[in-house]
């Protein structure tokens, strides 16, 4: 199971910090990642991270801006969101899976709850 957390309204400009929190003793044993999904538009990949941390993807509209993070002692997965912008208003879901390529391209095997990110200008 996944809890995301750390949503909520910000200032274009602004940050954030999304956290993901796995439950289960085999969190590291699973690529995790980060998508989003506009009003209107489809879901797409934001974020991922290889099991170990060591490899990382994000899509080239979050580049420089996000960062994603993962600490396997505590079954947690982060979302560093600074500069923020209006367009990246959306629901962002937390997921899950053993192919990184899944993680990197959806669909995800296990998916969290999502939490709303809201950017004003």
């Known amino acids: 199971q996944l809890q995301a957390s750390g949503g909520g309204l910000v200032q274009a400009g602004g940050s954030l910090r999304l956290s993901c929190a796995a439950s289960g003793r085999t969190f590291g044993s699973y690529h995790m990642g980060w998508f989003r999904q506009a009003p209107g538009k489809e879901r797409e990949s934001v974020a991922a991270?290889?099991?170990?941390?060591?490899?990382?993807y994000y899509a080239d509209s979050v580049k420089g801006r996000f960062t994603i993070s993962r600490d396997n002692a505590k079954n947690t997965v982060y979302l560093q969101m600074n500069s923020l912008k209006p367009e990246d208003t959306a629901v962002y879901y937390c997921?899950?899976?053993?192919?990184?390529?899944?993680?990197?391209?959806?669909?995800?095997?296990?998916w969290g709850q999502g939490t709303l990110v809201t950017v004003s200008s």
């Open positions: 991270i290889s099991l170990s941390g060591t490899s990382t």
């Open positions: 997921a899950a899976d053993p192919n990184i390529g899944m993680i990197v391209t959806g669909p995800a095997r296990y």
